[in-house]
């Protein structure tokens, strides 16, 4: 099978361009990439379904300076072609789906099949050209972390909901930041809240701005949804109201009032104001919508939340019984 065209790009400056991956026209991932004076920052690395997403940089950067990736969390869609750089970091709390999830093989088959909405061609092209990502090794990065590159600073900024580890990166002095899926337009999927809040061997990673209970203490639903609301309101307090921001599945520019948009949702859902919202299925197999398993998704402005409804009716029935 002949070479598929899946990468695009646009140098947004002299130091900033967008790079995107996509295995359909629906469904395509942003790859920020920041220029130094000494090396080159790759924020997110795609699926790894083709090992030439350095070459097709390369090709627009040159080769002259060593590349480093960060991604953003530890999803297959943001982690798959770390491997071809010169280091790869990632925060700890993600390691259990490096380890567990993101480079194993049907795992990834499934998740283009429904990136690719199902295309023969991009499922079998997939297959005969993805990387062989097991065993990826990755330094461990935290809040607060800066990446000097040269010239420009990243920051490393915490965003746990999405997943435990999630993170972006931040070029204060360009206000640009690269939020991955912790932050993402039209929306956001955090229906684990309640694993990464509650869950022992979760909790004991969280950073500890999030003041989570020490005493074993659950949150409920709507205290889960709260939390994230602040710890996206954290997340505007360190970059501003001017900041460019760039989420993961979207490649165009968006401003601090998507951000907003999310706090705003989780505090209306925090509030279990959640009656007439609106089924969000997936276009993933596993993910699909069940009676023990249902997403909906909550709007705030024109950017949305999706979060497990069935956990919030079984929470209502514990406490009806209690």
């Not at 090396?39 to 795609?46: H, L, R, Y």
Request: charged residues 25%.
């Amino acid at each position: 099978m002949t070479s598929l065209n899946i990468f695009s790009h646009e140098k947004k400056s002299e130091r900033h361009y967008i790079f995107t991956e996509g295995y359909s026209h629906e469904f395509r991932f942003t790859i920020g990439v920041v220029v130094g004076d000494d090396k080159i920052f790759v924020v997110d690395s795609g699926m790894g379904m083709t090992g030439d997403l350095r070459t097709y940089i390369e090709s627009v950067l040159g080769t002259g300076k060593p590349i480093v990736c960060g991604v953003s969390h530890g999803s297959i869609d943001h982690a798959g072609s770390a491997m071809l750089f010169d280091e790869r970091y990632c925060n700890i709390r993600d390691e259990w789906m490096l380890l567990t999830q993101a480079f194993k093989v049907e795992k990834r088959l499934n998740d283009i099949a429904g990136f690719g909405l199902g295309n023969p061609e991009m499922i079998e092209y997939g297959r005969k050209h993805m990387l062989d990502s097991e065993g990826t090794q990755f330094r461990w990065i935290e809040d607060g972390d800066v990446f000097d590159l040269g010239g420009v600073q990243l920051e490393v900024i915490a965003l746990p909901g999405h997943s435990a580890g999630s993170v972006a990166y931040y070029d204060r002095e360009a206000d640009i930041c690269f939020t991955g899926d912790g932050i993402n337009h039209p929306a956001i999927q955090i229906h684990n809240l309640d694993l990464y809040y509650n869950t022992p061997e979760h909790r004991k990673l969280m950073p500890a701005f999030m003041e989570l209970p020490t005493d074993g203490t659950e949150l409920t639903m709507g205290e889960c949804y709260a939390k994230y609301a602040d710890v996206v309101r954290r997340f505007v307090d360190k970059v501003g109201s001017d900041v460019t921001l760039y989420s993961g599945h979207n490649n165009l520019a968006q401003t601090i009032r998507t951000a907003h948009n999310i706090i705003e949702a989780c505090e209306e859902v925090a509030a279990y104001r959640i009656e007439n919202d609106m089924p969000a299925d997936s276009i993933f197999e596993y993910q699909k919508n069940t009676p023990q398993k249902y997403h909906r998704v909550h709007w705030a402005g024109n950017t949305g939340i999706v979060y497990d409804a069935a956990k919030f009716e079984r929470e209502a029935a514990a406490r009806a019984t209690a």
